[in-house]
């Protein structure tokens, strides 16, 4: 019997989007809590006010996040078309 090595593939994840996803998990755990401490502790708000401004702040990285995954949708397709 030969030896046959077990074949693993796993799909190719450009670097690009490996360093996009870690950007944004950062800034979607970062941006909110320190907007909420900031909001609370400087400027002295009520924790109400604070923590619906941190959650507007996670809505708007998560929009982020979507426009910057659809942007980078079209400028692939641009790159099929044009082969």
């Known amino acids: 019997m030969a030896d ?9 994840v450009p670097l690009t989007v490996v360093r996009k996803l870690i950007f ?3 800034a979607m755990i970062i941006a ?9 502790n400087v400027f ?6 604070s923590g619906g401004t941190a959650a507007l702040v996670a809505n708007i ?4 996040y979507v426009v910057a995954a659809f942007m980078e949708d079209t400028e692939e397709m641009k790159e099929k078309k044009t082969k």
């Open 4 to 12: 046959s090595a077990p074949v693993t593939t796993r799909p190719e």
């Open 24 to 26: 944004f998990t950062a």
């Open 32 to 40: 909110p809590v320190s907007c909420f401490f900031i909001l609370q």
């Open 44 to 49: 002295n708000w009520g924790s109400i006010v």
């Open 61 to 64: 990285v998560l929009i982020g």
